[in-house]
Nanobody, 125 residues
Framework: QVHLVESGGGSVQSGGSLRLSCAAS????????MAWFRQVQGNEREGVAL???????IYANSVKGRFTFSRDDAQNAVYLQMDTLKPEDSSMYYC???????????????????WGQGTQVIVSS
């Protein structure tokens, strides 16, 4: 059974930083793309970033230059370093795995087979 467990969320002031972690079990991230999404209640879940097996990452325009997505295949975990946080970054952040490009671009939630339970990020002004 696949489990993705996010951690590292919390409350910070605008301009602050947080580092989110996603630990996978029952699933080997080596050789697979991983993604972070976020969702504010009442809104659609939006793609934040995708990291491919070689370590290159793609970012949503809203976080480009402020967020850094990294992976540690030996630890079977991925990380999202979030700097210069803004109030509009406040959201529930979700880790996603099992991306199937045949089902849509990386920002398509239905293209992923596995999701974590999420970790809350609150940025106050």
């Amino acid at each position: 059974q696949v489990h993705l467990v996010e951690s590292g969320g919390g409350s910070v002031q605008s301009g602050g930083s947080l580092r989110l972690s996603c630990a996978a079990s029952g699933y080997t991230i080596n050789g697979n793309s991983m993604a972070w999404f976020r969702q504010v209640q009442g809104n659609e879940r939006e793609g934040v970033a995708l990291i491919v097996p070689i370590g290159a990452a793609i970012y949503a325009n809203s976080v480009k230059g402020r967020f850094t997505f990294s992976r540690d295949d030996a630890q079977n975990a991925v990380y999202l370093q979030m700097d210069t946080l803004k109030p509009e970054d406040s959201s529930m952040y979700y880790c996603a795995a099992g991306y199937d490009s045949r089902r849509g671009p990386w920002t398509t939630t239905s293209a992923y087979n596995y999701w974590g339970q999420g970790t809350q990020v609150i940025v106050s002004s």
